[in-house]
């Protein structure tokens, strides 16, 4: 059973980037299995797909976001990462990485609150 | 691409049923057979209950099934219980390897 950890600073000031990081247990995010992905949930708000990823580095994003988004993966360490440029107070909220397989998100992490402030 | 719409809330008495709508367009819910829907309890993180628009993964109850008509997906709580009182999302394929969530639903158990 696939676990995933996210991890990063819970604090970012405007206009400068979010960087998270997604580290996979039980499972290799080499597998053909799955892509893998960011979903974000503002304070009192609903899910937003971010986008995915693939282990060869096939990406989707979300087109609100794509212009800001990347996500890359570290095959060695397991690892996949988000990067969000030139944040505002919008995008303080959740962040959860997620495997899909297939059609669905069936692993998530546990979620980490980053609120952008000065 | 534009959040799937979901009622806000619902509400439902022990035993009874519910169904949670959850619509969008010819560009997602009424393309693709890929509907899933997760739950949500407060400060978890969301858990698969349905995939590919009827599928239940293994340790869901069986008291929770999904459909789909047209641009709308559904899905029916039959039996409530109080563990069932969450918030619930839909999430659709919109395309190119895109995804769509609706906006949430607050299921309260009376």
């Known amino acids: 059973q696939l676990q995933l950890q996210e991890s990063g600073p819970g604090l970012v000031k405007p206009s400068e980037t979010l960087s998270l990081t997604c580290t ?3 499972g290799s995010i080499s597998s053909a299995r799955y892509y893998w992905g960011f979903i974000r949930q503002p304070p009192g708000k609903g899910l937003e797909w971010i986008g995915n990823m693939y282990y060869s580095g096939y990406t989707h994003y979300n087109p609100s976001l794509k212009s800001r988004v990347t996500i890359s993966v570290e095959t060695s360490k397991n690892q996949f990462s988000l990067k969000l440029s030139s944040v505002t107070a919008a995008d303080t909220a959740v962040y959860y990485c997620a495997s ?18 000065s | 691409q534009s959040a799937l719409t979901q009622p806000a809330s619902v509400s439902g008495s022990p035993g009874q049923s519910i169904t949670i709508s959850c619509i969008g367009t010819s560009s997602d819910v009424g393309s693709y057979n890929l509907v899933s829907w997760y739950q949500q309890h407060p400060g978890k993180a969301p858990k698969l209950m349905i995939y590919e ?31 069932d009182e969450a918030d619930y999302y839909c999430c659709s394929s919109a395309g190119s390897g ?13």
Request: hydrophobic share 35%; net charge positive.
């Open chain 1, 24 to 26: 996979v247990s039980g």
């Open chain 1, 100 to 117: 899909l397989r297939d059609n669905f998100f069936d692993y998530w992490g546990q979620g980490i609150l980053v609120t952008v402030s």
């Open chain 2, 53 to 83: 628009g009827t599928k239940r993964p293994s340790g869901v109850s069986n008291r929770f099934s999904g459909s789909k008509s047209g641009n709308t997906a559904s899905l029916t709580i039959s039996g409530l219980q109080a563990e």
């Open chain 2, 98 to 110: 895109t995804w769509v969530f609706g906006g949430g639903t607050k299921l309260t158990v009376l």
